[in-house]
């Protein structure tokens, strides 16, 4: 048995087939690409911003951050992890289509647990919750309704901080790590960008709320994440210039 990689230009899979020199996902490759490229420029921003702006640790300093400065507050809150992960799905889309000719099932499975995984996140978030209160704790003019605006800030602080975003976190994790294992039997990606993904999705397979343990494989995962970003912007650039490569496999005895 021979196994034959061919890279051939197609377009027109739903006519006769006929080659052109576009490939049909050229979009969707370049919208990958920014947004591979905007997750890389968040990252050490958000390091910098918890550095110099550690996130509170009780209610009425969250309510403090939020009515002193309100920027720093719904970053520290998470609001661009939010946004990373929307960019997160239309990074993921476009690594499907590339790579779903190397094993469609895994990457299938991959898509759908990042898409659990980024819901999860989006369920979790209570940075306009905090805002909200926030400002209610401000104004209330009375011990009564501080109180019930503190008890929903600290339920808002749980529900951010618990289960949806725990399981969001792995989930998401286990797909980033298929996606890297199916890349290794790629030819459209090199090894060095298939092995970071996988250690990227390993350390992200340990939440942060673990814990010590967590904070550690957190904090480990920012520099790989960060790396294999610019690489898939890179190669997702490179793959969108050329005329409609898709991968497959041709075997004969």
């Known amino acids: 048995m021979k196994a034959f990689k061919i890279e051939a230009e197609f377009a027109g899979r739903h006519g006769a087939g006929e080659l052109t020199n576009e490939s049909p996902w050229k979009l969707l490759y370049q919208v990958g690409a920014v947004a591979a490229i905007v997750m890389a420029v968040f990252i050490p921003f ?31 809150m998470d609001l661009l992890l939010i946004v990373d992960q929307v960019l997160m799905v239309l990074l993921f889309l476009a690594l499907y289509v590339a790579l779903r000719r190397t094993n469609q099932s895994l990457m299938a ?82 090894k060095t960008t298939a092995y ?36 898939l912007a890179i190669r997702f650039f490179q793959i969108a210039r050329e005329p409609g490569n898709l991968q497959f496999e041709v075997s004969s005895n």
């Not at 640790?57 to 400065?69: A, E, I, P, R, S």
């Not at 499975?109 to 209160?133: E, W």
């Not at 350390?203 to 970003?229: D, N, Q």
């Open 46 to 76: 958000q390091i910098v911003v918890f550095a110099f702006w550690p996130p509170p640790t009780t209610v009425n300093d969250w309510f403090k951050l939020f009515q002193d400065n309100r920027l720093i507050a719904i970053i520290d």
């Open 109 to 190: 499975i991959a898509l759908v647990f990042t898409l659990l995984g980024v819901a999860g996140y989006i369920a979790s978030s209570g940075v306009f919750n905090m805002l909200s209160l926030s400002d209610q704790y401000a104004n209330a003019t009375t011990e009564a309704q501080r109180a019930t605006f503190l008890a929903a800030g600290q339920t808002t602080i749980a529900n951010w901080q618990g289960t949806a975003f725990d399981v969001g976190y792995v989930i998401e994790g286990i797909g980033l790590l298929l996606a890297a294992i199916v890349m290794l039997k790629s030819t459209l990606f090199d």
């Open 196 to 231: 970071i993904g996988i250690a990227t999705g390993f350390l992200a397979l340990v939440p942060p709320t673990l814990g010590i343990v967590g904070m550690i494989f957190a904090l480990g995962s920012l520099l790989p994440l960060e790396i294999w970003a610019v690489l």
